[in-house]
């Protein structure tokens, strides 16, 4: 198949890409309190210098005491820690790429390290759980609003070409989308989704309040929740409509769309996978993102499964039906920073098969 249409320019509002293709982002405990080291500038530059289109970064975390649950994953507040993202941004722009921070809060998702207070909608970390801590006051969740709003302030002026906010996989967003970690009965909780996604739009509009009109917004989203693979908060187009409209009202201008498979079809009776829906629903731009050029899914690999290369050609086809309008690569670019570059020269022969040593290495 023809890969005119991966390495197709995407332009939209200010954000003006050289190809189709975004780096998702993936967890690299490498910042050792917090802070971005000179070799996590370099990981980044790496994939720039190898025609990454969008570089989405790791999550970091927002101004929160517990906002993460791991000392060694990046913050993104504080005058060491900015510093040191400001050299990230200089490394990838230096080479010629773009660069997003994805801001993140894990809510009550548990993890290695307790930094603090957890927030959480309902002092829940799964569905069917006992509560383990104090459900949000309205003051700490405005408090969070406002602290999304500061780190995307703070991206922009550092100079990163756009922002995602991560509001997938069960973490703090996610966890007010889902009725399983969110039974609160005030405004911030109900029995819809369009209820239960008040937080996020809040966010949104905050952040668009701090970022003006023409600086893009991601928000990067999901149904499964690695508390629960195969939850969903949309059983029907209907339903999605009535979780994703809101947002991209509220300011979400390009929807992530998270699979652990992105081939599988969203609904019956449809080949659409989520982020075709999400395009045909909103009309809002969307990235596909699941296992893109492996043979295996990527919660296996922390079980310790590898994955073979395989054809990227099903992901080709839906750029070329406009299904969706770019593709998250996670695992392929983590083992091999010129994954890119080999698909780009027909290089297919040496891709790397991706294998679970490379979660411990920063290369």
Not at 322 to 332: C, I, K, L, N, T
Request: net charge negative; charged share 25%; glycine share 12%.
């Amino acid at each position: 198949m023809s890969l005119d249409a991966l390495f197709q320019p995407f332009e939209f509002k200010s954000l003006k890409l050289p190809n189709r293709v975004v780096m998702a982002p993936m967890t690299r405990s490498f910042s050792p309190g917090g802070v971005p080291t000179d070799e996590v500038a370099a990981y980044y530059r790496r994939r720039a210098e190898n025609q990454v289109g969008l570089i989405v970064t790791e999550g970091t975390g927002v101004a929160r005491p517990a906002s993460l649950n791991d000392a060694n994953v990046p913050r993104f507040h504080g005058e060491k820690e900015l510093a040191a993202w400001k050299k990230v941004v200089d490394e990838v722009h230096a080479a010629g790429g773009k660069i997003a921070p994805q801001l993140w809060h894990v809510g009550a998702a548990k993890g290695k390290d307790v930094l603090g207070k957890v927030d959480s909608p309902s002092g829940l970390s799964k569905a069917g759980g006992n509560p383990f801590t104090e459900p949000m006051t309205d003051a700490e969740i405005a408090d969070t609003i406002q602290a999304f709003a500061t780190a995307a302030a703070d991206a922009k002026r550092l100079g990163f070409d756009t922002v995602e906010l991560h509001g997938a996989h069960g973490y703090l967003i996610d966890q007010f989308f889902w009725q399983g970690t969110n039974v609160r009965s005030d405004a911030w909780g109900g029995p819809t989704i369009g209820e239960r996604g008040r937080f996020a739009a809040e966010i949104l509009k905050a952040v668009r309040a701090a970022v003006g009109p023409d600086y893009p917004v991601i928000i990067r989203l999901s149904q499964w929740k690695q508390q629960e693979y195969t939850a969903r908060l949309a059983e029907t187009p209907k339903e999605m409509e009535a979780w994703l409209q809101p947002l991209a009202d509220a300011g979400a201008d390009i929807f992530h769309c998270s699979q652990r498979r992105f081939w599988e079809p969203e609904f019956e009776g449809s080949d659409l996978n989520f982020a075709g829906w999400a395009k045909k629903l909103t009309g809002a731009p969307t990235i596909t993102v699941g296992s893109v050029g492996l043979s295996g899914e990527f919660i296996a690999a922390f079980g310790g499964e590898g994955s073979q290369p395989t054809s990227i050609d099903n992901v080709i086809g839906g750029l070329e039906r406009g299904e969706y309008d770019m593709v998250g690569v996670g695992r392929a670019l983590l083992q091999d920073p010129e994954w890119v570059t080999k698909i780009r020269e027909g290089r297919s022969d040496e891709l790397k098969a991706f294998e679970r040593a490379a979660l411990g290495t920063l290369y």
